[in-house]
């Protein structure tokens, strides 16, 4: 196994970990895993990875070094004794955080001659490994595009966003952002048809279509966002307002939270108010841009 194949060590095995260092494993890539809980490496150590009885052996042991832990202070618990073995190593650091903790964790990588990668893991433990799995990446594109080959182990969606170590943080929450808006959409939306004793499940499927159609909208409104033209070709922002008001109605007559539907409402009011009635929704970004409010 792993001729030709770059050694990697995976550090931290948590549930993710466990699957980043199955899926190098899986690419016939030599790999050597470490967890502060030593017994978390049993099972991969049966299936073929080297358990490491340090940290420091683990970082020595490969040119491809896989962080993967709770959270950027653990990143440096974990390295910092053992700081300079990283020189002349590549350092990918999968642990979430935020871009301003990826620009520093780059600077402290730099200071000790080792390479650095940012990641943003957009697929649960699962998925790793399948042409499915989405990983962000930020760093240079040099080292990115060398070590590509083992990177595409964890995921057929391996993305490279760019130079800025930050931009795979961003893009996360940003994603992440959508996602937690949608469920709690589709939770409101299943109670308020709940109250007429209609199953979640009977709703699906037309909740499934009709954000089908919902996501359509999104090509022409970053386009507007991106030129500042927002005339409407499909709905002018005053024309949201009576259903949105219809929403919180419906809700607050069945005791369903209507905070969601009363924010909407506020976003509305607000761009009508600045004299944008007659403009698209896509008008809204104005509200969360603050170089646009000013």
Partial sequence: ???????????????????????????????????????????????????????AAAVSASPLVVVCVRDYQAAYEILGPVSDALA???LVNLTSGTSAQ??????????????????????????????????LYGGPSETFAAHRPALTALGGGTIHLGADVGLASV?????????????????????LVGSENVPATTF?????????GVASFLTPYAEQIDTGDYTASDATLETHL?????????SRARGIDATAAEYTKRLVEE???????????????????PALRA
């Fill in 1 to 55: 196994m792993g001729d030709g194949r770059v050694p990697v060590t995976v550090i931290g095995l948590g549930m993710m970990g466990r699957a980043l260092a199955r899926a190098f494993l899986a690419g016939e890539h030599p790999t050597t895993v470490w967890n502060r809980t030593a017994g978390r490496a049993e099972e991969l150590v049966a299936a073929g990875a080297a358990g490491a009885d340090s940290v």
């Fill in 88 to 90: 002349g190593r590549l």
């Fill in 102 to 135: 990826a620009r520093a964790m780059a600077g402290w990588a730099a200071e000790r001659g080792a390479g650095y990668l940012d990641g943003a893991i957009m697929m649960t433990p699962p998925g790793i490994g399948t042409a499915e799995a989405v990983i």
């Fill in 171 to 191: 893009y996360d929450v940003a994603l992440l952002g959508i996602m937690w808006s949608t469920f709690n959409g589709f939770m409101h939306a299943a109670a």
């Fill in 204 to 212: 699906l499927p037309l909740a499934r279509q009709w954000l089908t």
């Fill in 242 to 250: 009576s259903p949105v008001e219809h929403l919180i109605e419906e």
């Fill in 271 to 289: 761009a009508v108010a600045n004299g944008h009635a007659l403009d698209s929704y896509a008008r809204i970004v104005e509200h969360f841009t």
